[in-house]
């Protein structure tokens, strides 16, 4: 695994479990010794550990939250949704400035939080 993709799975997990891991299951140390140390220390344990959460933990955008949900939603030819992002998830409020598609919305490719 290179050292982007180990960064990139390494934000997620914390962004999604926090930085204590450990109450997730995902341990970066058996001691008190703190993550960042043992990350360096420790590497290949490390890559194992990254690997298996982003196994457990695939990415998961609004697009295919919103596909899972409603499996029959109406498709454009060029694959973008024909619902509103901002109708399903944000009230109604765009957040795009002026001039972007709706219907291609780039919030549709964000990953969303498990709390949706």
Sequence with gaps: M???KAMEIY????????TNT???GYFFSST???????????PKEVEVILEQWAKDHPRK????DFLEKFPNAGIWKN??????????YNK??????EGVNCH???MWDKEINNDI
């Design 79 to 88: 694959k973008s949704l024909i619902a509103m992002w901002c109708n399903v």
């Design 92 to 97: 109604g409020i765009c957040t795009q400035p």
């Design 11 to 18: 934000k997620r997990m914390t962004a999604i479990s926090g």
């Design 32 to 42: 008190e010794q703190g993550c960042e140390s043992f990350i360096i220390d420790n």
């Design 2 to 4: 290179d050292y982007v």
């Design 61 to 64: 955008t609004y697009r295919d």
């Design 104 to 106: 291609n919305c780039p």
């Design 22 to 24: 450990r109450r997730k």
